[in-house]
């Protein structure tokens, strides 16, 4: 069973995915909420650390952990026992780890995000590696047939995220919108970050939305081929859907300061209906 430290990790700073565990089999959920409790501890490594250098030693950390093959493990971090108890089980693609620790460094820097397809790397390497792991999780034999479909779904999900906490993110510094994208419409990182951000920063938001909104449609195309017992590793998507019609329908500038947020009745609605018919 699952250590309550584990489960109260997810309840509380990623509440979406929590919600989403509980719609997988019983017998498969520690697993989830390992992989999930792990995202959202290495996604807040920032905001405890606040310095690059330190940060790059925690990562380094887990890096070990998870690479380790010795039985005791991540022992006495209730975190890294039930994530390396989950790796060992199914056992998971440890260069998935590896590979999404990589990505994350930026994470612990002010550098802006470079391209488009840096930032798709980027959400490939976390979000959607995530889904796909957790889709090893629920059923292996069926999981790498959807791999495609999980790099849309992570690329909406990551990129809706980042939407979301736009606010944050600028009031420390951090640019995700890619640059060739502000310099699309007519601005830059440095413009993009300072003040109200410029008078193209609306423009760049809703350039952002697209994004997201073009990965969204991409999964939806493949989406209602999922068989049921994958289902759970995507219906996160529901609300990725949600969050970018409520972006949509508002004024863009309005996401610098302030996050959209659906309602808790809402979120379970959504998640439940999905969970129910899929997306056929």
């Known amino acids: 069973m699952t250590d309550t430290t584990v489960i109260d990790t997810v309840r509380a700073t990623d509440h979406d995915r929590y919600l989403s565990a509980l719609y997988a089999p ?13 995202n959202a501890e290495i996604a807040g490594v920032r905001d405890r650390i606040r310095e690059a250098l330190p940060g ?12 380790s093959n010795a039985p005791d493990s991540g022992a006495g971090h209730p975190l890294a026992e039930a994530l390396t108890a989950a790796i060992r089980q199914y056992n998971l693609p440890r260069q998935a780890f590896d590979n999404y620790l990589e990505a994350r460094i930026f994470d612990l820097y002010d550098d802006p995000m470079p391209s ?21 999780v629920l059923d292996r034999a069926e999981a790498p047939s959807f791999a495609e479909l999980a790099g849309h779904a992570g690329c909406a999900q990551a990129i809706t995220g980042l939407l979301l906490l736009l606010p944050q993110h ?12 502000l310099a699309a419409v007519g601005s830059s990182p440095h413009e993009f970050l300072a003040g109200s951000g410029g008078p193209a920063a609306g ?17 939806e ?22 969050y970018l019609t409520a972006m949509s329908s508002r004024d863009a500038v309005a996401s610098l300061s302030r996050a959209v947020a659906l309602s808790a009745l809402k979120r379970h609605w959504l998640l439940f209906r999905r969970a129910g018919r899929g997306w056929a």
């Open 56 to 67: 790059e030693v925690r990562l380094q950390w887990w890096r070990d952990v998870i690479a």
């Open 203 to 219: 423009r760049a938001v809703t350039a952002m939305i697209a994004l997201a909104q073009e990965h969204m449609a991409a999964f």
């Open 26 to 38: 019983a017998d498969r959920r520690d697993a989830l909420l390992a992989l999930y409790a792990f």
């Open 170 to 181: 600028r009031a420390r510094g951090q640019c995700y919108v890619p640059a060739d994208i």
């Open 221 to 242: 195309r493949g989406a209602a081929k999922l068989p049921a017992q994958l289902r759970p590793a995507f219906l996160p998507l529901a609300l990725t859907k949600a």
């Open 116 to 136: 488009r397809t840096d930032l798709e790397g980027y959400c490939g390497e976390t979000a959607s590696a995530l889904i796909q792991l957790v889709a090893l």
